[in-house]
């Protein structure tokens, strides 16, 4: 049966012929009441994906999600690279970077910002590290190992890497408040043996804490992201003081495991019940590398998370609130002998010497100092002063009226009123959080 349709329909007229009506979709006549292979310009809607042929190439074709996925950054992580401090590993002012075999004992530092902290382990020997990581991806990572006898976890036991972030850094959150955001965090592991680690958020005065499982195969290296929901109660500093701890836990006992993964609980809590005893085996290894917190709940994906670490010497500026060397090159460890930074003396009277000596990063707080002597000296721990003829041993070396903004040096000895003498030295000055 032949059909006299209209010659120039419009979108959406209907022709009725016995008794059945079609419609005109713009490309043909359908039948009512049967699916059209087409769709409209407007008004109609699509019953499956749309799978487009390739990226666009002109500004207003469609996008694929891959393309957003590659291309495309979200504002909550551009917060200049996140809330953490040194999370490519790249700082190591003190212990200098890479290193290998530091038996790193109960806890210590591993790097600028970073430490390990070890709680009830027995005769567990861990031996820490910062090795070199994968190109274009992170620069450098955490490593731990158990090189003698296998780890045993008790009620109390715990093993973590662990960074205090100052209050300053992350109030950004508003935890503790009703318009509290999430957080996100973004990182590479690798462990020999496949498991569950857990990723910990806890506040400053550690009696509020949330752990979030993370499992791995244990055979390469992977990206993993958590997301912590807000927390809306309990005190988090926004000052100088730590605002909250992120800690990346591998081992840990039923004293420091949170009630329920995921979920904001009161108390001082470290990992999960999930938690892996990645020790379980000497010479078992865990590995963490380019760690990245931001606020809200996006991170970027594993092709693109080495684009968003800052450059080392923003990085290395942001250290230094923390930590600081003075007359030390960044390549030279803090250490007797390892100096021949001079200055002027500013402050003579007998019997004592001072010098001040500006900092170029203001340090959260007065710091803890050491001093070192230099390679004039021959007493370790002191500053030694030129008296025109020779070098000689300063009687003591202290610190007065300390400043987060300079280092007043005061040296004993027997010194001319009114002269000007020569002073040779080095100190760390430790204002870690």
């Not at 509020?208 to 500093?237: H, I, L, Q």
Request: proline letters at 6%; glycine letters at 14%; aromatic letters at 12%.
């Amino acid at each position: 049966m032949a059909f006299d349709f209209p010659s120039s329909p419009t979108l959406g007229q209907v022709f009725s012929s016995g008794g059945i009506s079609y419609t005109w979709n713009g490309q043909g006549w359908v039948q009512q009441g049967t699916a059209s292979p087409y769709v409209a310009k407007t008004g109609d809607t699509m019953t499956g994906a749309l799978v487009l042929p390739g990226d666009p190439a002109q500004a207003l074709q469609a996008t694929t999600k891959q393309y957003v996925d590659n291309y495309a950054t979200p504002a909550d992580i551009a917060a200049y690279s996140g809330m953490q401090v040194n999370g490519a590993m790249d700082v190591s002012q003190e212990l200098g970077s890479p290193y290998s075999g530091r038996n790193v004992g109960t806890g210590g530092p591993m790097c600028d910002c970073w430490g390990c902290g070890c709680g009830t382990i027995g005769s567990t020997v861990f031996m820490g590290a910062v090795n070199q990581g994968i190109p274009g991806q992170f620069n450098n990572y955490l490593g731990l190992q158990a090189t003698s006898v296998a780890l045993t976890v008790a009620a109390a036991t715990y093993v973590v890497f662990t960074q205090n972030i100052e209050g300053n850094r992350v109030k950004r959150l508003g935890f503790g408040s009703a318009t509290a955001i999430p957080a996100t965090i973004g990182f590479w592991t690798y462990a020999n043996i496949p498991g569950t680690l857990s990723v910990t958020l806890r506040n400053g005065p550690a009696n509020r804490s949330c752990a979030m499982n993370v499992s791995f195969g244990g055979t390469g290296w992977e990206w993993k992201t958590v997301t912590f929901p807000p927390c809306t109660d309990g005190t988090w500093n926004v000052d100088y003081t730590v605002g909250m701890t992120v800690m990346f836990c591998f081992a840990v006992g039923t004293t420091y495991q949170v009630p329920s993964p995921g979920v904001w609980a009161n108390g001082n809590y470290i990992g999960t019940a999930q938690t892996t005893n990645f020790f379980a085996s000497v010479n078992n290894a865990v590995y963490v590398g380019n760690v990245q917190v931001y606020p809200g709940t996006a991170a970027p994906p594993a092709s693109k998370s080495g684009y968003l670490q800052r450059p080392f010497d923003q990085e290395l500026i942001t250290c230094k609130r923390y930590f600081q060397k003075v007359g030390f090159p960044y390549v030279a460890l803090p250490q007797d002998t390892n100096t021949n930074a001079q200055w002027n003396s500013n402050f003579v009277t007998t019997g004592l010497l001072g010098v001040t000596v500006p900092l170029p990063v203001e340090l959260r707080t007065n710091p803890t100092v050491t001093f070192y002597r230099g390679g004039n000296g021959t007493a370790n721990g002191l500053w030694s002063y030129y008296n025109g003829s020779a070098w000689v041993n300063s009687t003591s070396t202290v610190v007065n009226q300390p400043g987060p903004v300079w280092l007043n040096a005061f040296l004993g000895g027997s010194f001319g009123a009114g002269l000007s003498y020569v002073i040779e030295g080095g100190a760390k000055l430790d204002a870690r959080i």
